[in-house]
């Protein structure tokens, strides 16, 4: 079983910056790709940004400019790092892990919160 843990949510102002982390319990070239979800209240999940195994990038329009997504290998952690936050990308985020296209791996999410 994988397990997959993010950490670095919580309050930021709006314009502000953060940094999301998804530790993961097997290594992260295993998986056809990694990404970041988020669900805002009320809203379907979406995507935000994801990674392959290849170093290939897919990133929502909404976020192109503002975001990075990168790994580090020798720790198995994806990283999100976010900057000018807006109050609607308020939501809870979460770290994907695909090691195939049937199977689809989840952490537990975390919150950030844009607000004043």
């Known amino acids: 079983q994988v397990q997959l843990v993010e950490s670095g949510g919580g309050l930021v102002q709006p314009g502000g910056s953060l940094r999301l982390s998804c530790a993961t319990s097997r290594n992260i070239f295993s998986f056809n790709s990694v990404g970041w979800y988020r669900q805002a209240p009320g809203k379907e999940r979406e995507l935000v940004a994801r990674?392959?195994?290849?170093?290939?990038?897919t990133v929502a329009d909404s976020m192109k400019g503002r975001i990075t997504i990168s790994r580090d290998n020798a720790k198995n952690t994806l990283y999100l790092q976010m900057n000018s936050l807006k109050p609607e990308e308020t939501a809870v985020y979460y770290c994907?892990?695909?090691?195939?296209?049937?199977?689809?791996?989840w952490g537990k999410g975390i919150l950030v919160t844009v607000s004043s």
């Open positions: 990674i392959t195994s290849g170093g290939s990038t």
């Open positions: 994907n892990a695909r090691p195939n296209d049937l199977t689809n791996y």
